[in-house]
């Protein structure tokens, strides 16, 4: 098995391609090695001394570290990575797994927004979305209130150096642009 890696806007975070599916819907995100409880794969990779993050996209896994240096921590996470596809083992657990993408959770907007709520999501889906995943990163909806849009942000994107300028220059201008009604964009 081959497990490819590439840099991220975010030193603190690694993207890992294992060269198979990671998760075949959704995407998780555990910043804890509690929360990692229902993943296998996230909390044998907790296990690794310095990692202090971990997110799975669809056919990625982004690893964020502490200050330890990547030259140290890089051979014990692919290798982590390794053993665990090749044990067939499942990157999520059975029932009560948690995924950071359960869709609605915890959405707010006024009743009368539905209709920009759902360009929002559209615009996020169709042009924020994909080119954040390929930073090892995601972008959710939050809410809307007051011209204001509140983002998710996760995997490289939590903490990362530029992603002030990615929601201000990108996802900002992207949305203002679309939707008059749109102000400004916080991440949350």
Same mark, same amino acid.
């Given at each position: 098995?081959?497990?490819?890696?590439? #840099?991220?806007?975010?030193?603190?975070?690694?993207?890992?391609?294992?060269?198979?599916?990671?998760?075949?819907? @959704?995407t998780?995100?555990?910043?804890?090695?509690?929360?990692?409880?229902?993943?296998?794969?996230?909390?044998?990779?907790?296990?690794?001394?310095?990692?202090?993050?971990?997110?799975?996209?669809?056919?990625?896994?982004?690893?964020?570290?502490?200050?330890?240096?990547w030259?140290?921590?890089?051979?014990?996470?692919?290798?982590?990575?390794?053993?665990?596809?090749?044990? /067939?083992?499942?990157?999520?657990?059975?029932?009560?797994?948690?995924?950071?993408?359960?869709?609605?959770?915890?959405?707010?907007?006024?009743? @009368?927004?539905?209709?920009?709520?759902?360009?929002?999501k559209?615009?996020?889906?169709?042009?924020?979305?994909? #080119?954040?995943?390929?930073?090892?990163?995601?972008?959710?909806f939050?809410?809307?209130? @007051? /011209?204001?849009?509140?983002?998710?942000?996760?995997?490289?994107?939590?903490?990362?150096?530029?992603?002030?300028?990615t929601?201000?220059?990108?996802?900002?201008?992207?949305?203002?642009?679309?939707?008059?009604?749109?102000?400004?964009?916080?991440?949350?």
């Amino acid at each position: 098995m081959f497990i490819q890696t590439e #840099a991220t806007p975010n030193p603190a975070t690694l993207k890992f391609l294992p060269g198979k599916v990671v998760l075949g819907q @959704g995407t998780a995100d555990f910043r804890s090695a509690d929360d990692a409880e229902a993943s296998p794969l996230a909390s044998a990779l907790f296990s690794v001394p310095g990692v202090t993050g971990v997110f799975f996209g669809y056919d990625f896994i982004t690893v964020t570290k502490n200050d330890a240096e990547w030259q140290h921590l890089k051979p014990a996470i692919l290798g982590t990575i390794m053993e665990h596809f090749m044990s /067939g083992a499942p990157v999520m657990g059975g029932a009560g797994t948690r995924q950071g993408d359960a869709a609605d959770e915890g959405e707010f907007f006024e009743p @009368g927004d539905e209709s920009i709520v759902a360009t929002i999501k559209e615009l996020l889906e169709t042009r924020v979305r994909p #080119a954040v995943a390929q930073d090892g990163g995601d972008i959710t909806f939050k809410g809307f209130r @007051g /011209g204001k849009v509140f983002l998710n942000m996760k995997g490289a994107c939590a903490g990362c150096p530029s992603s002030t300028a990615t929601l201000k220059h990108g996802v900002q201008n992207l949305l203002r642009h679309f939707i008059p009604e749109v102000q400004e964009v916080e991440a949350v």
